[in-house]
């Protein structure tokens, strides 16, 4: 009889440990909750990245050698060269 049931018993093992692991495990259901938690956290930081090259490639077209906005290039030289005073407001045309 133990020996008509060995096999049977493994294989419910078998299937009752990867029915754990699927639940339970690394990948498993319970660690959904943390996966959509990090989608969500890359995502917010795929926004705020795009964000920036959005400005950046802006900064670049208007310092385009073949037309550069006057008054970008000049509040960018007054700030590298630091002529800008603290209580100066730069006004943004766009």
Do not use: C
Request: charged residues 20%; negative net charge.
């Amino acid at each position: 009889m133990i020996r008509t049931a060995f096999w049977p018993t493994v294989a419910v093992a078998v299937i009752l440990y990867f029915a754990g692991a699927a639940i339970v495990g690394q990948n498993g259901l319970f660690s959904l909750a943390g996966y959509r938690h990090q989608r969500a956290e890359h995502l917010a930081q795929l926004r705020s990245l795009q964000a920036e090259r959005d400005r950046l490639a802006h900064h670049a077209e208007l310092l385009d050698p073949r037309h550069v906005d006057p008054d970008y290039a000049e509040e960018t030289v007054r700030k590298q060269t630091g002529q800008i005073r603290p209580d100066e407001v730069i006004v943004p045309v766009n």
